[in-house]
């Protein structure tokens, strides 16, 4: 396994794959409340090493008893990881120590999301994630009644959790997500058919594609990652009317375009040996790419759902449904922006007024492009005029430190850190 296994936040690797998460926005108050806050929280913050061994332990205890819900009440877990913006981390380390870092976490600002004025002074996200909805509850509870001791504002929280029921394992379009991920380099025993990346385009410090091992700023970056967090509203009720009124201009069936936009059939199988290059799965990933370009940029997604499931054949209910997007990444401009700037909202990719991505893109001047047929490279392409299907709310960029690094964030000396307790500190 990596040497960064017991460094690394664990929603970073392997992720926390909870049915229900919270992601609290803060904000310090003064000079002293955002260390006094972070040196009570830092004890609490699971690593990656952490996280491995229960999967592991999750995954053994479900093979005897067949059934998620019998293995939750043998072995469940609450996961607890953190995360600051710019402004945050000049309230810990100083303006000096940040003099290096990539402009686009400097500024953070990220293309196409809505501007939120109560969200401008952030300092840090609280991200936790529990099997139930009662154990986020009381986790919920218990970081509020911190916040409130150490004198740090609550400032938002989002909430999302699994689709229930027959949407389980699907976002609110109604699609499996598949949630295609890489595999980070040392990280699986056996990668021969690995979807490999170097654990350097994730991990901080690390080799990376580039064949560097850059640091983003100084030594208290290594082993961290960058976070992007968009909140994405999903209009499931026009995405699925416009279905249905252009599907038939084209002599296909709603579903067939629905599937067509994003590339895979709604039980997350690809439509042909690669997805369309016109498709949301074919833009976000061109594997067709010469040179290995598209490995280049590649991100490792969390996220998950949030609001109620839309009842097909419905209308707009008023309802407020969506996804909250995370993104990790060593390289914000390199990886999450190229992939969202570029190749999704680019008016010109993966061809000449191709417009931008037909489900996510938000670039409104022009036709959108559509593959009307998946076989080989004969593919017909119709040029249609959608309206946004998600609008990108909120916004930010988030660092992820490594815990080596917490007792330099939190202003202390640096405690001992004993793996065999389980990685808590000591």
Known sequence: MPPWLSDVQGNVWPGFNKDHEAFLLVAFSGTESGPKWFRTVAPQIASAEEVAAFNALFKLVRARLGDDQRTLRVVSATWTNVAFTFAGLQRLLGPAA?????????????????????????????????????????????????????????????????LPGRWRGREHFGFKDLVSQPVLV??????????????????????????????????????????????????????????????GRLGLGPEQLAERLVGRTRRGEDLSPQPPRLSHVGRAYPRWLPGGEADRHRIMRRGIPYGPPWEPGR????????????????????????????????????????????????????????????????????????????????????????????????????????????????
Do not use: C
Request: aromatic residues 8%; without cysteine.
């Open 186 to 247: 040392g990280t699986q025993p056996d990668p021969a058919d690995a979807d490999l990346t170097p654990d350097g385009d994730v991990v901080v410090g690390q080799p990376d594609a580039d064949g560097g091992r850059r640091l983003a700023g100084g030594e208290w970056t290594r082993n961290g990652s960058f976070l992007a967090f968009i909140q994405l509203e999903q209009h499931v009720g026009t995405f699925w009317s416009t279905m249905q009124r252009e599907a």
């Open 315 to 426: 209308p707009d209910d008023g309802e407020e449904r969506g996804i909250l997007f995370v993104a990790y990444q060593a390289d914000l401009a390199r990886q999450f922006e190229h992939i969202w700037t570029r190749w999704l909202n680019g008016a010109d990719f993966p061809g000449p007024g191709a417009g931008s991505d037909p489900l996510v893109g938000q670039v409104p001047a022009g036709a959108r492009s559509v593959a009307e047929s998946t076989h080989g490279q004969d593919q017909r392409i119709a040029q249609l005029k959608l309206p946004h299907f998600v609008t990108p709310h909120y916004g930010g960029y988030f660092f992820s430190p490594a815990l080596s690094q917490f007792a330099v964030l939190a202003g202390e000396p640096a405690p001992v850190r004993s793996t065999a307790s389980g990685g808590r500190y000591e």
């Open 98 to 162: 940040l003099a290096q870092v990539p402009l686009a976490f400097r500024t953070n600002r990220v293309p196409f999301a809505e501007s939120a004025a109560d969200a401008t002074d952030v300092h840090a996200m609280l991200i936790l994630a529990a099997d139930r909805s009662t154990d986020l509850d009381a986790e919920l509870q218990r970081q509020r009644d911190v916040l409130r001791t150490t004198g740090v504002r609550e400032v938002r929280t989002y909430r999302g959790a699994t």
